[in-house]
């Protein structure tokens, strides 16, 4: 019994592991792993989180999967709904709405990965974001923070374009 129970054990704390966010963030100084998240983005920017919207006819390869086994399951994915205050890299506008890796089910579930950026509307960001099939997403393998922690960043960013809102 006490062989089944940390077998048990060992089975539980594998599967914890592998649901971790595995992420290959480069090891340096600040400058260094700024250098090395500004080379990867395809935009940079500071931004608020302004709210939450869900998208149908968006691809998304695990609620594709669970179609496929399901086929009367249908789903919407998550954009998170940002104001842009000043950009680094690419010219953004305004408003930006990201991508995110979570999705909502007709059956009540949901699913996420494991590196989802966890967004609070009403916080603001310094995002690194990669194009992700024609949309802007990010992760938190990518780089990204709250803004209030970027202080140590910011500095080898250099100066940023401000974003004015649209009229």
Known sequence: MIILNLLIIVLLLSAVEALACDCSVPVGTDREKAAFHFKEASAVFSAKVVGFEYRKDIRDSFGEERKESDPTISYEVRFVKVEVIEWWKQAVPFIVYLRTSYARYSDGTVSESSCTFPYVVGKTYLLFVKDWEGMLSTSDCLGSME???ADNI?????AGQKTRPQK
Request: hydrophobic share 25%; aromatic share 12%.
């Open 154 to 158: 910011r500095p080898y960013l250099g």
């Open 147 to 149: 803004l209030k922690d």
